[in-house]
C-alpha cells in the first residue's frame, strides 16, 4: 500500500493562490504516475492534472485550469505539488493526490488515494 497525504488547502480571495502538496509513503514514488483530481458535494470527481513518472514538466491539464494551475514533482521528497494561481471560485472543492502504474485522466486507473484537502476560494 502507497499511502498519500495532501496539506496546503484553504480559504482564499478569488485571484488568489495556494500550492498543494502530496507525500508519499513509498519511497519510490517517482517511478509512480500522479494525479489531482477534485470534487464538490453532490458532483463527480473531476480530473485537474496528472504527471508521468519522473517527470519535472509537461503535465497533462483539464481545460478549466490549464494556464492557471501548475502540477510539479520532487521526486527525492516522495512529494507531487499542484499550484493553482488566479483561483476562481468554481475551484472550490476537495482536491485528492492520486498514483497508480499508467497516467490518465480517469480515477479508474489510480490504485492509490490521499484523504483530500479543502480548497474554499470567495468571490
Known amino acids: 500500500q502507497v499511502h498519500l497525504v495532501e496539506s496546503g488547502g484553504g480559504l482564499v480571495q478569488a485571484g488568489g493562490s495556494l500550492r498543494l502538496s502530496c507525500v508519499a509513503s513509498e519511497s519510490t514514488f517517482g517511478s509512480y504516475a500522479v494525479g489531482w483530481f477534485r470534487q464538490a458535494p453532490g458532483k463527480e470527481r473531476e480530473f485537474v492534472a496528472a504527471a508521468l513518472p519522473w517527470s519535472g514538466g509537461n503535465g497533462r491539464y483539464a481545460d478549466s485550469v490549464k494556464g492557471r494551475f501548475t502540477i510539479s514533482r520532487d521526486n527525492a521528497k516522495n512529494t507531487v505539488f499542484l499550484q493553482m494561481n488566479n483561483l476562481k471560485p468554481e475551484d472550490t472543492a476537495v482536491y485528492l493526490c492520486?498514483?497508480?502504474?499508467?497516467?490518465?485522466?480517469?480515477?479508474?486507473?489510480?490504485?492509490?488515494w490521499g484523504q483530500g484537502t479543502q480548497v474554499t476560494v470567495s468571490s
Open positions: 492520486a498514483a497508480g502504474p499508467i497516467v490518465g485522466d480517469t480515477p479508474r486507473v489510480y490504485d492509490y
